[in-house]
Structures are given as structure tokens and as C-alpha cells.
């Protein structure tokens, strides 16, 4: 339930604020990810990706330093990923995945959480120019 690598690509997608920064962090965690798993290598690192590059384009054109902002953006990212993910396994790899909207969206919202808490934890490491 709770995806780590995914929040640690949304941190970092928003917080460097470059696109393709953020692609290539989402693909390696996403790739990497898939390495560490049964599953066919790319499917993570596909939705990662995606997820990686539309957390750093909109960490460009919004203030996502308050937990409001980082909670909404997390959520919706989390939901995001897990609809990418589900077409990339069900359409293109041919998995048989199952989709449950109540178990997803409770997900996303756990990983919205923590994910704040995360994200001001890895604050602390990040350089100020």
C-alpha cells in the first residue's frame, strides 16, 4: 500500500523543479524498482516517468512548500500513477491486474500522508542556492 519510491520521485520531481530531471529520476527509481521485482522491467519505470515529469512541470508553476499544496499534489499523483500503471500492465504487457477504486484511493490518500511527513524529513537535505 504504501510506495516509497513513488513518493521519493514526486519529492524530488517537485522540488528540482526541472522536467527532465524529474523524467529521468522517475524512469531510473521506476526502472530500478522493476529490477527488484517479478515483474517485466519497464512498467514501473514507464509510470514513474510520467509521474516524475508532470510533478517537476507543476512544481514549476505552483508554491508546493505548504502541506496543503504537497498533500493535493501527492494525491493526485499517487491516483495518476496508479491509473498509468494499470494501462501500461493491462494493455500493454498483457497482466491481469485488477482495479478497485475504494483500495486505490485509500492508497493514495495513505501515501498523500506520509508523503508530507516525508517530504518536510528530506527538506532538511536539500541544498538552498
Given at each position: 500500500m504504501l510506495d516509497l519510491p513513488l513518493l521519493v520521485t514526486i519529492f524530488f520531481g517537485i522540488s528540482r523543479r526541472n522536467p527532465i530531471s524529474g523524467l529521468l529520476t522517475g524512469g531510473a527509481i521506476g526502472v530500478f524498482q522493476d529490477a527488484?521485482?517479478?515483474l517485466p522491467i519497464g512498467i514501473n519505470g514507464i509510470a514513474k516517468t510520467i509521474v516524475g515529469y508532470g510533478a517537476s512541470s507543476l512544481g514549476v508553476k505552483i508554491d508546493v512548500e505548504n502541506a496543503g499544496a504537497r498533500l493535493l499534489v501527492t494525491l493526485v499523483f499517487c491516483v495518476a500513477h496508479k491509473v498509468i500503471y494499470f494501462i501500461i500492465a493491462r494493455d500493454m504487457v498483457n497482466l491481469i491486474v485488477h482495479?478497485?477504486?475504494?483500495?486505490?484511493?485509500w492508497a493514495a490518500f495513505v501515501n498523500a500522508i506520509v508523503?508530507?511527513?516525508l517530504f518536510f524529513a528530506l527538506d532538511r537535505f536539500k541544498q538552498r542556492t
Open positions: 527488484l521485482t517479478h482495479w478497485n477504486w475504494p483500495h486505490e484511493l508523503g508530507v511527513f
